[in-house]
């Protein structure tokens, strides 16, 4: 079990937060308490039930403080701070981290790696081979031509899948579940068996008889039907073949590579001219390569290998302060608009910085030979991801004093195939276990929020060992416990579970349907709604709900800014002069609400505006 939010400052008494603040110079923490919120839940779409949240507006905040808003289940989407009230939201959101020093990668996160570095490294290069090596060579030319197949078996792969995206639209390819494309491999053994197979036929996908028969399978909806009328005339396979071919050509195959229907089948020939077909399958066909001194790699396809100039594509990760950028912004609305079929017009900048630009956390600079500050500061950043120069991805993160928090990611859609979502989560794992010898308080991944009830949310339990916080008592309890209780139960409260308290049974508590425990693939990323930022007008009424959050709790020094001075609650009147009585107690009900929720010495520390 970590470290509850309760016991974060043991040992760290005042005097040392005062001289924090004067080696930081840093400032202090402003809020504006939005109070209680309901808006439809953006998880499971459901119109009959409702995410139940507390907001914080955020002039400006500490990392320090914000970290201890963290570890009380907080979350912000740009300067909005707000935190699920579990018990009350149809589907509870759970604070989950892993301790980066005890992750250790499955076989699929190991792949992801890999996969990476060989498409950097380009594994299909193949050195000249001489006659004393020659054997030994040619099975290195097998494997290789197996790794390119491999390769370009993927890429049409996702290339077709986005061309059934832009036939049927995401909404639609969502509501009917159409399978994921299939690309095979046509053998030599293949053509010779079924006469009339042409020799350049290389790769096939029988994906149109797939999508004609989930059609049939299923109840037309209305989206297919309108789909149906504006591109296709009828449903059966040649005739979705057909469209298919045309649109994978705008998605930029490989120039060797010509597609066309056949037969309801879509099929990828070559158009590099092999030699005489009676040599095909008993002796590979080369090109030798003149003039390059060697420097030369072969791309096998299916029956020869064309020699090209070597080539490394080089991969280079960079960290900046969070600011707008154009080039990142275009790169989120392509992201927004072809992954999460958001409209164009709704993609702006005012809503991308509100979002992932704007943020309250006040920066610290790193000081030379001070090993309490990473060496990029504390704050919010930008991780940009480069191949041969390109932007290809960029990863919102808070750096704090104890973790990483990522935030959001957003990537291009060309480079689905590497799967940028979990190769970025696998980095930011480093990070901080490499960060962890220059700041050794720093040994945290946040991975945002886990939503046991989504299935895909439940991506990041696989990142392990990973904890969830208890959302009663806010200690950290190991997801190998929670799972068993979670699958019967959205809302726990874990560290009943954890602490074995008599009498306590974990699961007598909001009782719902059992849960699904197949896990959806899905690729990494942190996305926080900012659930009621949008809906301002759904608010619940303060004084029928606030009343009995928290009877008795001193609120008397809690700190107002009020016109840039510093006046406590209880000497309001001091300052003011009479007040009537009945503004003082509704003002003093909201007041032992914000104690609850922020806890009470991040409220006795932070300032606290009137909104």
């Not at 960060?435 to 991975?447: R, V």
């Not at 009498?503 to 709604?529: K, M, R, Y």
């Not at 001075?565 to 003093?588: H, M, N, Q, T, W």
């Given at each position: 079990m970590g470290d509850g939010a309760s016991s974060s400052r043991s040992g760290r008494g005042g005097g040392e937060r005062e001289r924090a603040k004067e080696r930081w110079k840093i400032g202090e923490s402003v809020v504006m308490d939005h109070g209680r919120r309901r808006t439809s839940c953006g998880y499971c779409k459901s119109t009959r039930f409702y995410s139940v949240s507390h907001g914080l507006w955020a002039?400006?905040?500490?990392?320090?403080?914000?970290?201890?808003?963290?570890?009380?289940?907080?979350?912000?989407?740009?300067?909005?701070?707000?935190?699920?009230?579990?018990?009350?939201?149809?589907?509870?959101?759970?604070?989950?981290?892993l301790k980066a020093s005890d992750f250790y990668p499955s076989k699929d996160q190991a792949r992801i790696y890999k996969k990476m570095q060989r498409f950097l490294d380009d594994m299909t290069s193949v050195k000249k081979s001489d006659n004393s090596k020659q054997k030994a060579n040619s099975s290195t030319r097998e494997n290789s031509c197996n790794d390119n197949d491999n390769d370009v078996l993927h890429s049409l792969s996702t290339i077709i899948d986005n061309a059934v995206s832009d036939l049927f639209g995401s909404k639609c390819l969502s509501n009917a579940q159409f399978p994921k494309a299939v690309v095979k491999k046509v053998t030599f053994q293949a053509k010779k068996k079924l006469m009339g197979i042409s020799e350049d036929l290389v790769y096939t996908s029988n994906i149109a008889f797939q999508i004609a028969a989930t059609i049939r399978r299923n109840q037309a909806t209305d989206d297919i039907i309108k789909c149906m009328e504006s591109n296709l005339q009828d449903i059966h396979p040649t005739t979705i073949a057909e469209k298919l071919s045309c649109l994978v050509k705008q998605h930029g195959i490989p120039s060797e590579l010509l597609a066309k229907a056949c037969n309801g089948h879509l099929n990828f020939y070559t158009t590099i001219k092999h030699a005489n077909p009676a040599s095909i399958g008993s002796k590979e066909n080369t090109l030798e390569s003149r003039g390059n001194g060697g420097n030369a790699k072969r791309v096998c396809t299916t029956n020869s290998c064309t020699v090209l100039p070597q080539k490394r594509r080089k991969l280079e990760i960079r960290m900046k302060?969070?600011?707008?950028?154009?080039?990142?912004?275009?790169?989120?609305?392509?992201?927004?608009?072809?992954?999460?079929?958001?409209?164009?017009?709704?993609?702006?900048?005012?809503?991308?910085?509100?979002?992932?630009?704007?943020?309250?956390?006040?920066?610290?600079?790193?000081?030379?030979?001070?090993?309490?500050?990473?060496?990029?500061?504390?704050?919010?950043?930008?991780?940009?991801?480069?191949?041969?120069?390109?932007?290809?991805?960029v990863g919102v993160v808070d750096i704090l004093p104890k973790c990483l928090s990522s935030k959001y990611l957003f990537w291009d859609p060309d480079f689905a195939f590497l799967s940028l979502g979990k190769y970025s989560a696998l980095q930011e794992i480093n990070w901080v276990k490499e960060?962890?010898?220059?700041?050794?308080?720093?040994?945290?991944?946040?991975?945002g929020?886990?939503?046991?009830?989504?299935?895909?949310?439940?991506?990041?339990?696989?990142?392990?060992?990973?904890?969830?916080?208890?959302?009663?008592?806010?200690?950290?309890?190991?997801?190998?416990?929670?799972?068993?209780?979670?699958?019967?139960?959205?809302?726990?409260?874990?560290?009943?579970?954890?602490?074995?308290?008599?009498?306590?049974?974990?699961?007598?508590?909001?009782?719902?349907?059992?849960?699904?425990?197949?896990?959806?693939?899905?690729?990494?990323?942190?996305?926080?709604?900012?659930?009621?930022v949008e809906d301002e007008s759904d608010m619940l009424d303060s004084s029928a709900t606030l009343?009995?959050?928290?009877?008795?709790?001193?609120?008397?020094?809690?700190?107002?800014?009020?016109?840039?001075?510093?006046?406590?609650?209880?000497?309001?009147?001091?300052?003011?002069?009479?007040?009537?009585?009945?503004?003082?107690?509704?003002?003093?009900?909201?007041?032992?609400?914000?104690?609850?929720?922020?806890?009470?010495?991040?409220?006795?520390?932070?300032?606290?505006?009137?909104?």
């Open positions: 002039n400006s905040i500490t990392a320090e403080d914000y970290q201890d808003l963290l570890d009380r289940g907080w979350r912000r989407s740009g300067s909005y701070l707000y935190k699920p009230e579990m018990n009350r939201t149809c589907c509870p959101s759970y604070t989950i981290r302060r969070s600011s707008f950028d154009q080039e990142e912004f275009d790169l989120y609305k392509r992201y927004q608009i072809k992954v999460h079929d958001d409209k164009p017009e709704k993609v702006t900048v005012s809503s991308y910085q509100r979002f992932l630009v704007d943020t309250p956390i006040i920066f610290v600079p790193p000081i030379s030979g001070d090993n309490t500050i990473p060496p990029c500061g504390f704050g919010s950043f930008h991780q940009q991801y480069l191949i041969d120069g390109k932007l290809v991805a960060t962890q010898y220059h700041c050794p308080t720093l040994q945290y991944y946040y991975l929020y886990y939503i046991h009830s989504c299935n895909k949310m439940r991506y990041k339990a696989k990142y392990r060992p990973s904890e969830l916080l208890c959302p009663l008592r806010y200690q950290w309890v190991p997801f190998e416990i929670a799972r068993p209780l979670l699958d019967k139960n959205a809302y726990v409260v874990l560290s009943d579970y954890l602490a074995g308290r008599s009498g306590a049974d974990p699961l007598d508590c909001v009782p719902t349907e059992d849960l699904s425990d197949e896990d959806e693939e899905v690729d990494f990323c942190c996305e926080d709604t900012g659930m009621g009343v009995d959050a928290s009877q008795g709790c001193d609120v008397g020094d809690i700190v107002f800014d009020v016109k840039d001075s510093r006046v406590k609650f209880k000497d309001l009147e001091k300052v003011f002069g009479p007040l009537d009585r009945k503004v003082i107690a509704r003002l003093e009900s909201q007041l032992q609400r914000y104690v609850e929720v922020v806890g009470k010495e991040l409220a006795g520390r932070m300032k606290y505006v009137l909104g």
